[in-house]
């Protein structure tokens, strides 16, 4: 049974009431709403007028008189609507005008929207708001109910799921992660787990699947305001690829969670190898320096973006940028060690031993962008130089007593040399470093 409005009096109106809903529906009508305009406006004050409280009802603040025995003459000025008399309002009537809801109510109102539930729905602020929680996968040692029911839950699920099978036959579910994908080849392992070839089955594209295991502790993002929840590298990377995205970061086109593995479907662009592999095999070595430009400048632009977004990599090395050969495009790839972005310091550092800034070593906290921007100096010289500047901690913490190659130019040197300074408040910014006059050389 549909439930009845606070505000519909139609049953006990009177000719004057009458009279002024007419005038509320030819309002609409000339305005070119439907006739059931004005409802959703009343459902509106109710709602607001529900969460204030009961004396509302009562026209306390309003100006004038609420048994004012004068007659208000309204002009309609809405598309030239002749004038109407009025008669005097009702009690009620002007109770509901006194109790409209101010600007501020309605900036309320529209905050406290419905629920989300989907992926899909969220947008920038709720990738903005987006707070890291460490939820722990395993069993908790007190004792609870809900543990002896999880499993018994599981164990039933696995024998009727049996029964289905020799009844049935197996029939695989059309959205799990075997029904879409196959996987092939191993590209490379780690700590994490490992990356292997896989091809998407509804249309054939070639895909990159990362398996990561998970651990006791696995890192989620919880949207404020949503249901949500998603593996933290998941999470950080759709904040990075929501549009407009940037050419210079690997997609991410899909992930599932699964019992022991969390797994990431990105795009696998082909022809392509990381950095290391064409130093190793097409460069054997040092990179020229208009190379190593077009290529070390597309790796900024994807830490810029990074920031842009809200996300810091922490481990921008040579294995983690793939060059796709046929367009020489740059891809930043493996979130594994990134984290939500911040402008305070750092007091945890994931990444790289080498690329690691001395400030960690020394202080023990650290910047997002300057901890960046000296990954990139190493990596610049890594690949101008073929080595990299330093071989442990104490070299890193010693100073900028690094050599160089012959033949380098001094606008490269002195880029090196701004990137790598001990004092992480001397190094560029990513627009300094767009702006230095190396990237104003010849360009091939």
Same mark, same amino acid.
């Given at each position: 049974?549909?439930?009845? &409005?606070?505000?519909?009096? $139609?049953?006990?109106?009177?000719?004057?009431?009458?009279?002024?809903?007419?005038?509320?529906?030819?309002?609409?009508? $000339?305005?070119?709403?439907?006739?059931?305009?004005?409802?959703?406006?009343?459902?509106?004050?109710?709602?607001? *007028?529900?969460?204030?409280? #009961?004396?509302?009802?009562?026209?306390? /603040?309003?100006?004038?008189?609420?048994?004012?025995?004068?007659?208000?003459? *309204?002009?309609?000025?809405?598309?030239?609507?002749?004038?109407?008399e009025? &008669?005097?309002?009702?009690?009620?009537?002007?109770?509901?005008?006194? !109790?409209?809801?101010?600007q501020?109510?309605?900036?309320?109102?529209?905050?406290?929207?419905?629920?989300?539930?989907c992926?899909?729905d969220?947008? &920038?602020?709720?990738?903005?708001?987006?707070?890291?929680?460490?939820? @722990?996968?395993?069993? @908790?040692?007190?004792? *609870?109910?809900?543990?002896?029911?999880t499993?018994l839950?599981?164990?039933?699920?696995?024998?009727?799921?049996?029964?289905?099978?020799?009844?049935?036959?197996?029939?695989?579910?059309?959205?799990?992660? *075997?029904?879409?994908?196959?996987?092939?080849r191993?590209?490379?392992?780690?700590?994490?787990?490992s990356?292997?070839?896989?091809?998407?089955?509804?249309?054939?594209?070639?895909?990159?699947? %990362?398996?990561?295991?998970?651990?006791?502790?696995?890192?989620?993002?919880?949207?404020?305001?949503? &249901?949500? %929840?998603?593996?933290?590298?998941v999470?950080?990377? #759709?904040?990075?690829?929501?549009?407009?995205?940037? !050419?210079?970061?690997?997609?991410?086109?899909?992930?599932?969670?699964? +019992?022991?593995?969390?797994?990431?479907?990105?795009?696998? +662009?082909?022809?392509?190898?990381?950095?290391?592999?064409?130093?190793?095999h097409?460069?054997?070595?040092?990179?020229?320096?208009?190379?190593?430009?077009?290529?070390?400048?597309?790796?900024?632009?994807?830490?810029?973006?990074?920031?842009?977004?809200?996300?810091? /990599?922490? =481990?921008?090395?040579?294995?983690?940028?793939?060059?796709?050969? !046929?367009?020489?495009?740059?891809k930043?790839? =493996?979130?594994?060690?990134?984290?939500?972005?911040?402008?305070?310091?750092?007091?945890?550092?994931?990444?790289?031993?080498?690329?690691?800034?001395?400030?960690?070593?020394?202080?023990?906290?650290?910047?997002?962008? %300057?901890?960046?921007?000296?990954s990139?100096?190493?990596?610049?010289?890594?690949?101008?130089?073929?080595? #990299?500047p330093?071989?442990?901690?104490?070299?890193?913490? $010693?100073? =900028?007593?690094?050599?160089?190659?012959?033949?380098?130019?001094?606008?490269?040197?002195?880029?090196?040399?701004?990137?790598?300074?001990?004092?992480?408040?001397?190094?560029?910014?990513?627009?300094?470093?767009?702006?230095?006059?190396?990237?104003?050389?010849?360009?091939?």
């Amino acid at each position: 049974m549909k439930r009845k &409005s606070l505000f519909d009096d $139609s049953g006990n109106a009177g000719p004057s009431e009458k009279r002024s809903k007419e005038q509320a529906v030819t309002r609409a009508t $000339s305005l070119g709403l439907p006739g059931k305009a004005t409802s959703s406006r009343l459902v509106i004050k109710t709602r607001v *007028s529900r969460r204030r409280s #009961l004396p509302a009802l009562k026209a306390t /603040h309003c100006d004038e008189p609420i048994n004012g025995a004068s007659t208000v003459e *309204s002009a309609s000025t809405v598309q030239g609507a002749s004038t109407v008399e009025s &008669s005097p309002p009702t009690q009620r009537e002007r109770a509901s005008q006194c !109790d409209q809801p101010t600007q501020r109510e309605q900036g309320t109102q529209s905050v406290r929207r419905k629920r989300k539930t989907c992926f899909r729905d969220l947008d &920038s602020e709720d990738f903005q708001a987006a707070k890291k929680i460490c939820i @722990s996968l395993a069993p @908790s040692s007190k004792y *609870s109910w809900k543990l002896p029911l999880t499993k018994l839950w599981g164990i039933c699920r696995k024998i009727f799921g049996g029964l289905k099978q020799k009844v049935f036959g197996k029939v695989p579910d059309p959205a799990s992660f *075997s029904a879409q994908y196959y996987v092939g080849r191993v590209l490379g392992t780690g700590g994490f787990g490992s990356v292997h070839d896989g091809t998407r089955k509804r249309d054939g594209k070639n895909v990159a699947l %990362k398996f990561i295991r998970k651990g006791d502790h696995e890192k989620y993002l919880t949207f404020p305001g949503t &249901s949500l %929840k998603l593996p933290l590298e998941v999470g950080l990377q #759709l904040m990075v690829s929501r549009p407009p995205a940037c !050419d210079h970061i690997v997609e991410l086109l899909d992930w599932f969670d699964e +019992p022991d593995y969390i797994i990431i479907v990105m795009e696998h +662009p082909f022809p392509c190898m990381d950095l290391i592999g064409v130093m190793r095999h097409i460069t054997c070595g040092a990179m020229r320096e208009d190379y190593a430009r077009r290529i070390w400048q597309q790796a900024v632009l994807a830490c810029r973006q990074c920031r842009d977004r809200g996300v810091l /990599h922490r =481990d921008v090395k040579a294995e983690n940028l793939l060059l796709q050969l !046929d367009t020489f495009r740059v891809k930043l790839v =493996d979130f594994g060690c990134s984290d939500l972005f911040q402008e305070e310091l750092y007091s945890e550092y994931l990444g790289t031993l080498l690329y690691c800034p001395p400030e960690v070593f020394i202080e023990g906290t650290y910047g997002g962008d %300057k901890a960046t921007v000296w990954s990139l100096g190493v990596l610049l010289y890594a690949m101008v130089n073929a080595n #990299l500047p330093f071989r442990d901690a104490e070299e890193i913490c $010693s100073g =900028d007593d690094f050599p160089f190659i012959t033949g380098l130019s001094d606008e490269c040197r002195d880029l090196i040399k701004w990137c790598l300074r001990q004092n992480a408040n001397r190094r560029p910014s990513f627009e300094d470093i767009l702006q230095h006059e190396w990237f104003q050389g010849p360009q091939h």
